[in-house]
């Protein structure tokens, strides 16, 4: 394949179309397994605004069976005049939530300068869209060591997503979780924010052996399709997904960031209900999918 020099690290196959390559990778965040035989859900606020609402949320998502919290301190906003997080203190909040309740946490590092601080609290770092080709950033956090979470830029292509990886699997660390968050088309921002681009998670499973989740909550933007959303990328193989969750009582005006797509908790336990029902297209099935199509 003409571009796989360009990803050498990250690719799955060696060879041809069909060919089987390397064996999907288990990608552990505290104990957590991306990429296993269950689907991973990573839940919480879309931004941490005090330990009251962290803990609140973090205690309704961890009775619903996720298993790692989200939640932004330093966030990347479009106006430099909105609530741009509380910084190091939302650091502390996680970290005290993480004591609290054992979920392991995931947040964005907006920055180079930041990865000691945001390392120094956080599981997992998170690249955001708006950085993913940030550069700098990606060898930096290869350099760190921790797992990344790597979200894919809302214009970028599956090559120059896996490029991205493969900044930072260059530097020796090969911890990364890739994450479709939707991608901009003409219908984005029509009836929903971005385009949940559901063929990229298949294509991803077969370029790289590198699990890959879904956000259906930047994607969508609208809490009603998060369950539509959540349930198709499971069903295309998805190995998680990090959804935003609200208090059950907040009142929806109150949030100081993406107010319209934060879903309820009692809809993200009905929502893991139908997920486990559903079961997983498990790696194995999807190797032994692959070993069929190359013998046809
Ligand atoms: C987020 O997950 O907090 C976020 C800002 O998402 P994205 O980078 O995908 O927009
Ligand atoms: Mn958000």
């Not at 947040?107 to 180079?112: A, G, I, K, N, S």
């Not at 660390?173 to 994450?179: E, H, S, W």
């Not at 499973?205 to 369950?227: C, F, K, N, Q």
């Not at 309820?264 to 336990?269: F, I």
């Amino acid at each position: 394949m003409a571009n796989h020099h360009a990803y050498r690290i990250v690719s799955r196959n060696g060879g041809g179309k069909h060919s089987i390559g390397t064996a999907s990778k288990v990608v552990s965040v505290a104990g957590v397994a991306f990429g296993g035989r269950r689907p991973v859900v990573i839940a919480g606020p879309c931004t941490v605004e005090s330990l009251e609402q962290t803990l609140e949320i973090a205690l309704e998502v961890k009775s619903c069976g996720a298993e790692m919290l989200r939640g932004g301190a330093f966030k990347p906003r479009t106006s430099p005049y909105d609530f741009q997080g509380l910084g190091e203190e939302g650091l502390k909040i996680l970290a005290e939530v993480r004591e609290q309740t054992g979920l392991p946490i995931v947040t964005e590092v907006l920055d180079v300068r930041l990865v000691e601080l945001v390392g120094r609290y956080a599981d997992m770092l998170q690249v955001g869209s708006r950085n993913m080709q940030c550069f700098p950033l990606l060898t930096e956090l290869g350099k760190f060591g921790k797992p990344v979470l790597l979200k894919r830029g809302m214009a970028s292509t599956l090559h120059e997503w896996l490029c991205a990886a493969e900044y930072i699997a260059k530097e020796g660390n090969t911890q990364i979780v890739l994450c479709e968050r939707g991608i901009r088309t003409f219908g984005a921002g029509e009836y929903s924010r971005f385009c949940l681009d559901l063929n990229v998670v298949g294509a991803v499973r077969e370029a790289t052996y590198l699990p890959v989740i879904v956000d259906p909550s930047h994607a969508t933007g609208r809490a009603d399709m998060v369950p539509w959303a959540a349930q198709a990328a499971i069903g295309f193989g998805a190995a998680g997904l990090i959804i935003e969750v609200m208090g059950p009582h907040t009142p929806r005006s109150q949030l100081r960031c993406d107010a319209d797509q934060a879903i309820r908790p009692a809809t993200l336990r009905k929502l893991m209900n139908q997920i486990h029902k559903m079961g997983k297209t498990e790696e194995a099935e999807f190797m032994e999918r692959k070993t069929s199509v190359a013998a046809v």
